[in-house]
């Protein structure tokens, strides 16, 4: 696996709805929980769970075994769409106010709601 050095810039923020493209997660969509620039991994909701076998904490009285999301990689994965519904890769335009935006290579519209 590649080592990536130094921070990463990401196509995907947190909130945004991915679909994944590789791996044995191919095809599944979720939520992006977290974004780890430093690793250029993500975390996606209900994607790469694991089992973690917990001691009792204050969470988790009973301790056990737990399901959570590990990372994967950024460039795995694709954002969706929310107007066409459809993974898709991104462009960006610049809006009138001068901000810039992130607009679907497919659909064209925006993906960043102000
Ligand atoms: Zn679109």
Known sequence: MAVVVGRQALH?????LVEVIHGKHRGKRGKVLRVLTKHGRILVEGVNLVKR???PNQKLPQGGIVEKEAAVYGAKVMLVCPSCGKPTRLGHA???DGTRVRVCR???SAL???
């Open 53 to 55: 076998h917990t001691r």
């Open 112 to 114: 960043d709601k102000k």
């Open 106 to 108: 497919r659909c064209g």
């Open 94 to 96: 610049i809006q009138d």
């Open 12 to 16: 995907v923020k947190k909130g945004d």
